[in-house]
């Protein structure tokens, strides 16, 4: 299993918005396809696959609320 995490995108932010979700979890996924938005005070960073597969997100992960860096999506 391979875990996507939320990366720290600008030194200045602890939190991350997660903004949108493009898949269900369970879906099938491919290389690049994308999995998710999150934003910084100051961008916005696009989740993609990284390897084929199926993605089953975090049971805690919802629109619109702030997370700490190193969450697993």
Do not use: R, W
């Amino acid at each position: 299993m391979h875990e996507i995490k939320i990366s720290q995108i600008n030194v200045s932010d602890d939190l991350y918005k997660l903004t949108h979700i493009y898949i269900k979890s369970g879906d099938e996924v491919s290389i690049d396809s994308p999995i998710c938005d999150y934003e910084s005070s100051k961008s916005t960073f696009e989740v993609l696959a990284e390897k084929n597969g199926f993605f089953y997100l975090n049971p805690i992960m919802k629109e619109g609320k702030d997370y700490p860096v190193g969450t697993v999506i």
